[in-house]
């Protein structure tokens, strides 16, 4: 039995917590007790799922870390370390690297680093990356190869840091939220009518309104923003009317984004299983959008994905997978539909069996598994109603009065945009 350290800490309902039934009050407590009411990003569950389904065999022993453990119990205890990291290189984290690269200083066993990645604009911020970065993360990687361990990373622009900075022995695998199906997952080329056309988005809502707009069918999924509106049942229990509550709510996200709101298009599913789920029931017809997870989770569904490139950590990743791309610069909005007719999940399906070997291969390497853990423990059949909000039916009040009086509400969203342009233009 290998015993091996997770170095990830696990809080019931926290942000890495993938083994405990989310409901609403437990989302919301944990959200406002840990994340002072801000919404952890559902997206990360996704990644470290694909972590800890992957190496979930029979032969080893998973233990989560937790900060009691000294470097001396860590030694004694466990065989491996595997640290699940995602934005390990950015110019935010690079106090961080310090503290990192101390916390592995003294272990003696081997430490891996699985899925990070840099976190950048563009490709082109490599050098400036580099200059910026170079102390902290030549002594962070310096720490983890000290131990006998090994990077895998999250692609090819990663790998060229690793490069730049003296250490060409890390390897690009790919995120392992992707090989949680197996090595045979293929994404159907096949297209729906436009009557039947169903998108999904994800990333900047207001960024997508006019595709909102034109495909009454299509819905937004978020990761970390909307709790309160959809999961806090008391937060249309206000004691106010219903025209003071739209009108505060399109003074908080804007007319688009309140409609999309009242009308039940805009979803935060806190549950792997159940978000997956929910595609597949509604047979969905594509995703759009920036988020890369936000675009994987719909691949594990079974449909096609389309990103929005907008960073250099999204863009390596739909790369190494072969995962289109579309910029809103070179693509019609507003003509999702043709953007959808022309993609083409070929490359994807042919490689992608390649890149499940490959990080296969890594982990077989080093020792941490014979062979992946194809029985995803995490996916399974729902056979009952999956919930995806508990404010629909007073949101459903809402989007009624707004019809009502929709001229009114559009005045008034008209004349607070005309007022912040001219408090703008007033303090330039």
């Not at 022993?61 to 205890?77: A, G, H, V």
């Not at 999940?345 to 069996?353: H, I, L, S, V």
Request: hydrophobic share 35%; proline share 4%.
């Amino acid at each position: 039995m290998k015993r091996i350290l997770i170095y990830i800490r696990m809080n019931k309902h926290d942000e890495y917590d993938i083994f405990s039934e989310y409901s609403a009050n437990d989302f919301l407590r944990v959200s406002t007790e840990l994340f002072q009411g801000g919404c952890p990003n559902v997206g990360n569950r996704l990644w470290f799922q694909g972590v800890i389904s992957a190496i979930s065999t029979p032969e080893n022993q998973l233990t989560y870390w937790n900060p009691s453990m000294t470097k001396d119990y860590i030694n004694d205890n466990f065989d491996i370390v595997i640290h699940p990291l995602a934005n390990a290189f950015a110019k935010y984290y690079n106090e961080q690297l310090q503290v990192m690269a101390e916390r592995f200083r003294g272990i003696r066993i081997p430490v891996y680093i699985i899925a990070c990645g840099i976190q950048a604009k563009s490709y082109d911020h490599l050098d400036d990356l580099c200059n910026v970065l170079k102390d902290s993360a030549t002594a962070f990687i310096s720490s983890v190869y000290d131990t006998g361990g090994e990077f895998a990373l999250r692609g090819y622009f990663t790998k060229e840091f690793f490069e730049r900075l003296g250490f060409p022995s890390a390897v690009a695998t790919g995120c392992p939220s992707m090989y949680q199906l197996g090595r045979n997952l293929h994404i159907s080329d096949e297209k729906v009518p436009e009557e039947e056309f169903r998108p999904l988005l994800n990333g900047n809502l207001q960024s997508y309104t006019n595709i909102l707009r034109k495909y009454p069918k299509a819905e937004f999924f978020h990761q970390d923003s909307f709790l309160h509106d959809l999961w806090d049942s008391n937060k249309f229990g206000y004691d106010i009317s219903d025209k003071n509550h739209i009108k505060n709510l399109i003074k908080k996200y804007g007319l688009p984004t309140t409609l999309s709101l009242l009308q039940d298009k805009i979803k935060l599913i806190p549950n792997m299983n159940d978000w997956r789920e929910y595609i597949i029931r509604e047979k969905f017809s594509m995703s759009y959008g920036s988020r890369i997870h936000g675009n994987i989770m719909p691949i594990l569904a079974g449909i096609p994905a389309v990103l929005d490139a907008q960073d250099a950590r999204t863009r390596e990743m739909a790369e190494f997978f072969n995962i289109p791309c579309a910029s809103p610069s070179v693509i019609d909005e507003s003509d999702l539909y043709s953007l959808y007719q022309k993609t083409s999940y070929r490359a994807f399906n042919e490689t992608f069996a390649k890149r499940f070997d490959a990080f296969e291969s890594f982990l077989r390497q080093h020792g941490i598994v014979e062979h992946i853990n194809q029985k995803n423990p995490f996916f399974t059949p729902i056979s009952g109603e999956i919930v995806t909000s508990t404010t629909k039916e007073r949101r459903d009040e809402l989007y009624k009065n707004y019809k009502k009086h929709a001229s009114s509400y559009k005045i008034y969203s008209h004349s607070l945009a005309l007022k912040r342009k001219i408090s703008h233009l007033m303090h330039k």
